[in-house]
């Protein structure tokens, strides 16, 4: 398993990104990887400014040491309170493209991001922008919903067994290296409901139900044996449902603070596309969401 050697987080000085700034500095206290603290001045408001004043850099560079000071100070009181080196970054521009460019550069192995913030990052998470971001990523992805108290406790990975199972595994062992690891994975009857119109009896129904169930958790065990887990080092969950409410539903009733899975589900339609699932869950949940955005071969 590749250790976590760089993390970039995003912020804009929200009290939301301020959390998610504050668990990337816990999780590279954890794991030993370098952090960097990154603001971006977005182009239009920029553009505005040069518009409304006119030819006056002085302004411009004022805002500019605003953001550089204020990013800075950040960054001192997370080096102070969780006890690591915290680099910076400022930049003026595009503000996916900023990030996608510092991440690159820093060869990130995970990008933090507030569920809540103000300006950019708000339409970052929870509007298209976000479902842009993803799309065209590939680096993990962490949204930070909850004020970080503690290291991750429990940390529910959700198996669907697509190329991107094996990597949101592994993915949550190297983020969350000390958290208990929660496997879940969700099945449904297939064409339950055609089979009761075709008037299939409802014993041979339940027998394809424990079968599918017999399948699933017999796939899940494998799936952990080949993330290189031991029996004991994992909790096996298998339920029958949709997986975007079971995901939800067995997040709060498990008491887990991290939901880990990958950003595209089964369907080859959704090779092009954020996946459902996921959409669902970084939509409805209340914890913490880590995206897998890289798949196996």
């Known amino acids: 398993m590749n250790a976590l050697t760089s993390i970039l987080a995003a912020t804009d000085f ?50 500019l040491e605003q953001a550089r000071e204020q990013l800075q100070r950040l960054a001192d009181e997370l080096a102070a309170h969780r006890h690591v080196t915290v680099h910076t970054h400022l930049a003026t521009g595009a503000v996916l493209d900023e990030i996608g460019r510092q991440a690159d550069a820093l060869d990130a192995g995970l990008v933090v991001l507030g569920a809540r913030g103000a300006g950019f990052l708000r339409r970052l998470v929870l509007g298209t922008t976000s479902e842009r971001l993803l799309r065209r990523t590939t680096r993990p992805l962490l949204v930070v919903r909850q004020t970080p108290h503690e290291p991750y406790r429990r940390a529910l990975v959700a198996l669907d067994f697509s190329p991107w199972s094996a990597q949101s595994l592994a993915l949550a062992r190297r983020v969350a290296p000390h958290a208990r690891l929660v496997l879940l994975a969700a099945f449904q009857v297939p064409f339950e409901e055609k089979l009761l119109f075709a008037g299939v009896d409802a014993a041979t129904i339940d027998r394809y139900r424990q079968q599918s169930r ?25 339920v029958e449902g949709d997986p975007s409410q079971r995901i939800v539903e067995q997040e709060q009733e498990l008491d887990c603070d991290l939901v880990v899975l990958g950003k595209h589900g089964q369907s080859a339609a959704e090779d092009l596309l954020l996946g459902s699932v996921t959409k669902h869950v970084l939509a409805e949940g209340a914890n913490d969401v880590l995206v897998s955005t890289a798949r196996t071969a």
């Open 14 to 63: 929200s009290a939301p990104a301020r959390h998610a700034a504050d668990r990337a500095a816990r999780v590279a206290r954890e794991t030993g990887a370098a952090l960097t603290l990154m603001h971006t001045l977005a182009a239009q408001p920029l553009a505005e400014l040069r518009q409304w004043l006119g030819a006056q850099p002085q302004a411009e560079q004022q805002l």
């Open 214 to 238: 017999l399948a699933t958790t017999q796939k899940l065990h494998a799936a952990a044996q080949a993330g290189g887990l031991k029996a004991g080092d994992y909790d096996a969950v298998v």
